[in-house]
């Protein structure tokens, strides 16, 4: 009643007394304007409850309930899924798609293929950004120009870069083997090998969010209170002593926002390597070079079309996994972030406070 | 700053910290006024260029004279046939209906997420109301979802339930908000928007409805433009789910007609470059004007979040 108290039409002096018609429209006028008060708040957040329940929380559960049946994608629902041959098994079980996928190559070269662009990717980025921002923060001519000069592959679509990047990185004459072979190194099978693949992968990622996260941590680090690098200058602290024992310890919410939405993004890579392929070799490599989680995903449920194929319940059976691998790589990062970021602060104050207390 | 002499700090506090204060004071104390060297603007100008080359060499090949799968390094030298190539790309992607539609979704979903992420957002940070923590809270949570767990049940809600396979709706639907732009507005106005204001225009008989359009929503303005920029960018190369969702119909969106243009004409890379540009320049030119914009958002929104 608190809110409703404070509404100006129930608690302003009462008018004057004119005629009836007038009090009558004042009594309707506060009764609504209580109603006004007390359900606004729910009417404006409603249409973003209402659209997230659509379109976020309702597909979270059915995803849980496709996982566990025969759902082929053009003809829908065929009962309980069946894993069949490939685990020995005729019984319907609501595992069954989880075992048949458990069962499959190509689902492990995938999962093995998202960490390893995730990880070659995301490391370089993060220490690239840093540094870029370290640089951008200080009292350069033209700020704006630089700013905006690291942002501007933010804007072009990953899956447009993946085609020039792909041409760029192409095994027998792109831009990058030509040069190599000028100088004399020789070729390097981007396309083929497994691992250069992904670090060419890797650079289209880097080519879109490098600049973006450089922008995020020169922000964090304008935020730092310039008094406390002042009192590590006076503590005799060098420039490469600020940014590790100053700079990276305040920087530690960033850092671990930074982390964890890379790793939510990272995980679910998809359109660098479905661009990547070259010409009609197919998605992910010949050998599932690059075929990343999200690519199996989208073949399992969409692109397969052999008889029996595609099967959306397999689909979300790798979907629901990319969920739980995602959600545990989250907390494990944010764990590993909040370690690694405190170790330069933390413990040195507890040890000044220490000897405090033992003076 | 209070600048103590370093001959006092000397006096003071021995040789090390008057040296270091010196050696710092060269530098200027805040990094902000420290004076950055060649060096910086060496690196600076070389991590542009590297950002910039991948875009001159898709312009460069799309410029080529001959047609072919592979050019290598002849074609950082470009030809002259620019204007053909793109020509020839802005009829089989049928540019303008994929343009059209790009920015149609584009625009209504950054529209609609901007009008609903500022509603809530205003309801989050100045309404009182029961249950407001824990369901703010559940905004921040679904932040963490990844948008991939969703596509099947959509697939099957939005096109074959709903009937709308191969619309541009079926694009719109699952943009139309976003638990980011939610969390943006209610980190904005808590800050930006006094209670004065609410309660003034309050006492002043406006409606619950009202004082949002006269008081929130011209306070809200700042961060509601970048929230817009972001989601039309965000949109604008979204891939994933428009090419799922699309099907054969696939000039009605520009990344997915480049994708298209690229598995049809594998044989002619002039082509395919050349549907590349038509997607990624529209956005860069908008960037010319923008870009000061999407940065400062970033920023802004690094400091909050």
Known sequence: MAATSAHPSTTATPPPARDDAYERKLRARGRRGRLDVKLSPYLYISPFFVLFLITGLFPLGFTAWIATRNWNTLTGDGGVAVCGAVCDSTDPSIFANFQWVFQQSAFWDALRNSFSIFLISTIPQLIVALVLAVILDANLKAKTFWRMGVLLPYVVAPSAAAIIFSQIFSDRMGLVNTALNWIGIGAIPWHASTFWSHIAIATIVNFRWTGYNTLIFLAAMQAIPRDVFEAAVVDGAGRFRQFFSVTIPMLRPTLIFVILTSTIGGLQIFDEPRMFTEGTSGYGGSNNQFLTVSLYLWDLGFNKTTIGQPNMGRSAAVAWLLFLIVVVFAIVNYLLTQRIASSGGKPRTKKKSAKKVSA | ????????????????????????????????????????????????????????????????????????????????????????????????????????????????????????????????????????????????????????PLYIMIGKWMGLFGSLWAIVIPGLVTAFGVFWMTQYLEGALPYELIEAARMDGASMIRTFWAVALPAARPAAAMLFLFTFVAQWTNFFWPMLILGPNTNSFLTVAAAALKGARFTDYTLVMSGVILTAFPLVVLFFFMGRQLVSGIMAGAVKG
Not at chain 2, 54 to 80: E, H, K, N, W
């Open chain 2, 1 to 152: 700053m209070n600048q103590v002499s370093v001959a006092a700090l000397r006096q003071y506090g021995g040789n090390g910290v008057a040296n270091a204060a010196a050696r710092r004071r060269k530098q200027s104390v805040t990094s902000e006024g420290r004076r950055p060297g060649w060096v910086s603007y060496a690196i600076l100008t070389a991590v542009i260029l590297i950002s910039i080359v991948p875009l001159y060499y898709a312009v460069s090949i799309a410029s080529q004279d001959s047609t072919a799968t592979q050019f290598g390094a002849r074609a950082m030298i470009p030809g002259s046939s620019l204007w053909r190539n793109l020509s020839t790309a802005f009829g089989l992607i049928e540019f303008w209906r994929a343009f059209g539609g790009t920015v149609l979704v584009s625009t209504v979903c950054a529209a609609s997420t901007v009008l609903f992420s500022t509603l809530a957002g205003y309801s989050f940070s100045k309404l009182r109301f029961r249950g407001r923590g824990p369901l703010l809270l559940f905004v921040i949570g679904t932040m963490a979802i990844p948008t991939q767990l969703a596509v099947v």
